[in-house]
């Protein structure tokens, strides 16, 4: 029974955006090639046939002691801390952030606010920095009554280094602000995605309980759906008016009652059937959006960060609109979102609907709004993106057929023009 | 321990085979070997399905701004359709319902092609989804050559398994090969000729050993062949004489799903489901198709339905229903239409993508409710796969406390029923859709008396779905 699909496989490769790199074992000679190749020109290895049993010939065994090999080699390349980039950064416990004196390294091209003459990170990037081991965070020195007295001021060298569980203890969940408590999913989620490459900014404030509604920018319709020329619409008119003569256009009510909806008669297109089956109520698209469930800071549901990919000019003063918006769930404790929620979420993101020359599909999928959720189950995050799709707004009728143009005047006509040529 | 003795004489032969300078005849032989039959010509499917939907239409003729002769064409069409009206009698197909597989059953031959054909609705019994049995029985005795789809899958699996079979044994001769050079090489290294010998005839008896484990999981290539060929050839045909021909009877019917009857009869109005010769009105439908979507089904679930029906048509007609004749009419197992029947948020979905012109079929072999096919099967792999979730978003459903708890437990599905789905989506290359109904507060009242007919239009208006698209995101492939 499984035809359909076996034959998909026969016709198409995977699509690239399902392959995941990360779902695989590493082999690590492409490593070895990335570092040899030192004229500035990398480029990734493509990937060969996978061997999954041993079959005793040298040659096999020749390929497996030289991927270990070139494993070893990046494994036991040396690292080092150069003096100039080391970072000492103070623990701040009102604010539950850490600041930095002298601003040092590209990592504050991404991270960190200036403030009264410092510089000063949240908890996440504290925590990102230490993991990679380029920041040195320390307690504030806590003076006995002796040294309070006297004139010796403090320095940040005087701090006790913060050790890394230290540091967990102290980042992870002890903010305040209702909605703003960075949990470890949140860090997970922001780790991994600094690891990737991609700039990641908090949304908003994170203080209060949910974010603000997001309407439609005005003026962003009229370049969604052109409207026909005048004379096209002249035509149109005029020819609905002909086409509609002794025809159905709508239902009466007993029929509405009892059936059929389409009643024995005189019709000139299936679009004209079509509209009379229209019944089941849609989200009205063209009402603003609003919430549906009042504001309660225990719902899971909320863009967390803003995700921007890196490369042109990018300046964290100047972010512009993120390329993604993410929301960070925890798997073990919430579930599938209902419909209330997901509107809920979807209207603190803004509207970006779909170009309007991308074929239906594309456009389907791409949906008004969306956001991407990250779903964390104890540690391992897997994304979601979600989109409100406009089905009811891409009629399939009005394409189908051989009309020769699809859009506006022409309904209807498209089969007729098809016969007798 | 006797097998690998047996075969040795067989597996010297290949060796000796592999001596050859062979490496580029291996990979010619396999593109030669390599299936290469021409598909034979498919029907023209846009003229089988010309129409979407079971339904006559009379087109105008076309109107050409720059022809004037077009207009008066049409004038001449509108002239004649006012004062000669088309035929605009509709056709309806007759069917029954079927208590034993909850479905709905068309029998008449024309009926089954036209509904398939017109909107592709329901599955052949007997075939994979179009029904085709007869075709095939016909085929399978040799008196028509036309190849149904069934047959053409089969084709193609035993053609891949063989492609598969012949990869397999280059990739076990390669290595071989490999073994072999290794082994030689060796051997000159050390210099002894005795060794190497035996050393090849150890390995040639593990290799038979590997193929005689392969041999009864897969058959040979030549057995494959003979598969192949089993259809019957033409002159087998001519000599069939005309008797048997005639003799084969259909017996495939046109199984429809509750949801496809349904909007054929009440959206439509071209499909009669009859009991005992009378044709049942659309409400009543409605209750049975509701009450055999619940689960479980009690046993008398639809004698009781129909007692109730019969006790309300008396009952609308005048009779005195309190008479002796329906004593026997029970009807206490009847229940109303709970607003989260299954039957009836599923349909809602189902019209809801029919009247925006997607071909809408059941999915149940993807893992989702339905499936959506942009003008049919026929043409182009389905898109979307539509996944159901009732939602309880009313007032009504929170007003209670009790009633919060239930609706969330209905409501309740985790994050792991949403990746399985997703990722068999992925795997069949669908997009996932996942469409929330929204449930309005319960309307079946006093179904045993009065609105027993239901009021559809109202019914179908106070429901209200939404989609979502639903679909992986890896940051891996959106950095760039």
């Known amino acids: 029974m499984a035809d359909e699909d076996e034959e998909l496989s026969h016709l198409r490769g995977p699509e690239p955006a399902d392959i995941d790199l990360s779902d695989e074992t590493q082999d690590f000679l492409f490593l070895d090639k990335l570092s040899s190749d030192a004229n500035g020109a990398l480029s990734l290895p493509k990937r060969g046939t996978k061997d999954f049993e041993s079959h005793e010939t040298q040659l096999q065994l020749d390929t497996l002691e030289a991927s270990r090999q070139a494993m070893h080699g990046v494994l036991s390349w040396t690292r080092v801390h150069t003096e100039k980039n080391r970072i000492l950064a103070m623990y701040h416990p009102e604010s539950n952030m850490a600041y930095v004196d002298k601003v040092k390294t590209q990592h504050f091209l991404t991270m960190g606010r200036a403030k009264g003459g410092k510089e000063w990170l949240l908890p996440e990037e504290v925590l990102f920095l230490l993991e990679r081991g380029s920041l040195d965070c320390r307690w504030p020195p806590k003076p006995s009554e002796e040294e309070k ?23 992870i969940g002890f903010e305040a602000g209702v909605g703003g408590k960075l949990t470890l999913e949140m860090y997970n989620v922001y780790a991994g995605l600094k690891r990737s490459g991609y700039n990641v900014y908090r949304t908003g404030s994170w203080d209060d309980d949910r974010a603000a509604l997001q309407l439609p920018a005005t003026g962003s319709k009229k370049g969604g759906n052109a409207k026909p020329g005048y004379w096209t619409r002249f035509f149109a008119e005029i020819w609905r008016r002909i086409s509609s003569v002794g025809v159905n256009t709508q239902v009466p009510t007993e029929n509405l009652r009892f059936g059929p909806l389409v009643k024995p008669g005189l019709y000139r297109s299936y679009a004209d059937i079509y509209r009379l089956l229209q019944i089941i109520p849609t989200q009205d698209r063209g009402a603003p959006p609003t919430f549906m469930l009042e504001s309660d800071p225990s719902n899971p549901f909320r863009v967390h960060f803003d995700v921007y990919k890196t490369g042109g000019s990018f300046k964290k003063s100047n972010r512009g609109p993120p390329d993604f918006r993410i929301a960070v769930i925890n798997a073990r404790e919430s579930s599938v979102p209902t419909a209330a929620q997901l509107n809920d979420l979807l209207v603190t993101t803004p509207h970006d609907p779909p170009k309007a020359t991308d074929n239906l599909y594309k456009k389907l999928k791409h949906g008004q709004r969306n956001v991407v959720l990250a779903v964390v189950d104890n540690g391992v995050p897997s994304y979601i993106r979600v989109a409100e799709a406009a089905f009811s707004e891409e009629k399939l009728y009005e394409r189908t057929g051989r009309a020769p143009r699809g859009k506006g005047g022409g309904r209807g006509r498209g089969r007729g023009r098809g016969r007798g040529r | 321990m006797e097998h690998p003795i047996s075969i040795q004489p067989a597996r010297s032969e290949v060796t000796q085979e592999n001596n050859g300078p ?39 003729p076309a109107f050409i701004p720059h022809n004037p002769l077009s207009i008066v064409r049409i004038a001449i069409a509108l002239i004649s359709h006012s004062v000669w009206p088309p035929q605009v009698k509709r056709i309806v197909h007759k069917a029954y319902f079927s208590t034993e597989t909850h479905s709905v059953h068309v029998t008449d031959p024309a009926s089954i092609r036209a509904l398939w054909e017109q909107g592709f609705f329901g599955t052949g019994s007997l075939s994979r989804t179009e029904p085709r049995w007869l075709d095939q029985e016909k085929r399978k005795r040799g008196i028509v050559a036309m190849q149904t789809s069934e047959e053409v899958t089969r084709q193609r699996r035993a053609e891949r398994r063989q492609f598969k079979l012949e990869r397999a044994r280059v990739e076990r001769e390669a290595i071989e090969q490999q073994r072999l050079l290794e082994e030689s090489q060796t051997a000159a290294h050390q210099d002894l000729d005795k060794f190497s010998f035996q050393n090849v005839s150890v390995h040639g008896t593990s290799e038979t050993n590997g193929l005689r484990e392969i041999d009864p999981l897969e058959p040979s290539p030549q057995s494959v062949q003979a598969v192949l060929e089993d259809p019957p050839s033409d002159s087998k045909a001519q000599g069939l004489p005309d008797e048997v021909v005639t003799r084969i009877v259909d017996q495939e019917h046109l199984q429809l799903s509750l949801e496809e009857a349904f909007f054929l009869s009440f959206s439509l109005g071209a499909l009669e489901v009859c009991k005992d010769q009378t044709t049942l009105p659309v409400y009543y439908l409605f209750r049975l198709y509701s009450a055999f979507s619940k689960f479980p089904i009690a046993e008398n679930t639809e004698r009781h339905l129909h007692n109730l029906f019969r006790y309300r048509q008396w009952h609308n007609a005048g009779i005195n229903p309190t008479g002796d004749f329906t004593g026997s009419l029970e009807f206490s197992d009847v229940s109303s239409i709970t607003p989260d029947n299954t039957f009836v948020y599923k349909y809602i979905v189902y019209h809801h993508f029919r009247s925006l012109g997607w071909i809408v079929r059941t999915g149940v072999k993807f893992g989702v409710d339905y499936l959506l096919y942009n003008r049919g099967p026929a043409f182009s792999h389905a ?98």
């Open chain 1, 149 to 171: 007295d006297s004139d010796y001021k403090f320095t940040m060298e005087d701090g006790a280094p913060m050790s890394l569980q230290g540091a967990y203890a102290a980042f």
């Open chain 2, 383 to 480: 898109e979307f796969g539509v996944m159901i979730v009732p939602t309880y978003s009313s007032p009504y459903w929170s007003e209670t406390p009790e009633r919060q708890v239930e609706c969330k437990a209905k409501e309740h599905r985790d994050w792991w029923w949403l990746h399985r789905i997703n990722r068999v989506q992925a795997q069949v290359h669908k997009t996932l859709m996942l469409v929330y109904v929204k449930i309005p507060p319960p309307w079946d009242f006093d179904h045993r008396n009065a609105s027993f007919e239901i009021n559809m239009g109202e019914v179908l208006k106070s429901y209200k779905v939404q989609e979502f698209i639903f679909s992986r995101w890896t940051p891996n492939r959106h950095r760039g």
């Open chain 2, 22 to 60: 062979d490496t580029a005849t291996d990979a010619m032989e396999v593109d030669a070997v390599k299936p290469r039959t021409t598909r034979p010509k498919r029907p023209n499917y846009a003229q089988i399905h010309s129409k979407p939907l079971p339904i006559e239409t009379h087109p105008l």
